[in-house]
């Protein structure tokens, strides 16, 4: 590959095989950190000069697509036999050889060295019957194997730096903390009104953001609503229900309303128009949802449980995953109380703006520099 790089350039190769699937939460930590890097810190070539020194970024997919960069300054090749995880562990290290990647998405070549890889959680090792057999056979080794031969593991809390220590092995001084950022909340700010082809309830309402694995506790909150009887909110569920290595949910209640996926711009304003996000999440490595309700001025109850007060701290209301008695008390101490929930809504925004894009993209690029 290295026919086609810049002259007297160092190749910066970034595993780009994300861009041909829908979003999820991995994919927004990655199309935002390099967003930023495009937008801030790379020229016109995609390349970055310091000490004497420049390194050009290049984007690497899968062929059979047609795809294109979302950024205009770095170059995407589409190149391989493969496609999947077969393109990322027999193509994508062959292509690569010799020169440095970056893998953002919690997957990469397992056995490449020369290898920056970014690891969401720990969850095949922690919860491992929300997952298929060969799912999660297949994670536990790329964890374990991958975790020691990177050269540097980036990971987005301390619970999961601790996490991967504890169940995969992987070293701690290995690993460099990179939290995700809010900044895009406010970017999908608009005039028009995204929701007014929705069909809303007419009263307030609860808000859960997330996809149908049995992880997100979808159930604890169709328990709380009965728990409230008359005094239940109505609960619209937005998020993609058809995965198919998560077990079905059952989502049908007189309290709820699923959208499916929503436009971010609709997202936004959903957080805006909600009386509190409910996340009641059993796992996480982080949890952007509740980070992004706070920064859009939409109040948050959430577990007591992995990363989550780690990133809420004290601008939510928690309750027990386990408990349904304890979400339902969480969430008539937001609705039934204005004042406490004009304090949350507060107390978030001034939590969110501690968590930056910019922040996180100066450190990755620091990061490639300092190891390549």
């Known amino acids: 590959m290295s026919a086609g790089t810049e002259k007297n350039a160092t190749t910066i190769w970034v595993n780009a095989r994300f861009l041909d699937r829908p979003v999820t939460g991995v994919d927004r930590v990655a199309r935002e950190l390099l967003g930023v890097l495009a937008e801030r810190y790379l020229d016109g070539q995609g390349c970055w000069y310091a000490g004497g020194r420049r390194l050009c970024l290049r984007l690497i997919a899968p062929g059979g697509s047609d795809t294109p960069s979302p950024w205009h300054n770095l170059r995407l090749v589409r190149v391989g036999v493969f496609r999947g995880h077969a393109w990322e562990q027999f193509d994508l290290p062959r292509l690569t050889r010799g020169e440095y990647l970056v893998s953002l998405c919690n997957t990469g070549p397992m056995l490449k060295r020369l290898h920056i890889l970014f690891l969401h959680d720990a969850q095949p090792f922690v919860i491992p019957e929300n997952f298929s057999p060969a799912f999660r056979c297949w994670y536990r080794i790329l964890f374990r194997v991958a975790g020691r031969l990177s050269r540097r593991i980036l990971v987005n809390s301390r619970f999961t730096r601790q996490e991967l220590h504890h169940h995969a092995g992987v070293p701690c001084h290995k690993m460099v903390l990179c939290y995700p950022g809010s900044d895009h909340v406010r970017h999908n700010e608009g005039d028009a009104d995204p929701l007014s082809h929705l069909e809303l309830p007419d009263q307030p309402f609860l808000l859960a953001v997330a996809s149908a694995n049995p992880n997100k506790n979808f159930a604890l909150i169709i328990r709380a609503l009965g728990t409230l009887g008359s005094k239940a909110p109505h609960c619209v569920i937005v998020g993609r229900t058809n995965q198919r290595h998560f077990g079905e949910v059952s989502l049908d209640s007189e309290h709820v309303t699923h959208l499916g996926y929503v436009s971010d711009a609709e997202l936004l304003a959903l957080y805006r128009r909600a009386l509190c996000l409910v996340f009641p999440s059993i796992y996480e ?88």
């Open 285 to 372: 490595g982080f949890g952007l949802p509740p980070l992004e309700a706070m920064a859009a001025g939409c109040p948050v109850v959430a577990s007591r449980t992995s990363a989550m007060p780690e990133i809420s701290g004290t601008a939510a209301e928690y309750c027990d995953p386990g408990d349904h008695r304890t979400l339902a008390r969480a969430i008539l101490s937001v609705v039934e109380s204005p004042a406490r929930r004009r304090e949350m809504i507060q107390q978030g925004i001034r939590r969110a703006r501690n968590f930056s894009w910019d922040d996180s993209g100066r450190l990755l690029l620091e990061l490639i520099a300092d190891t390549a």
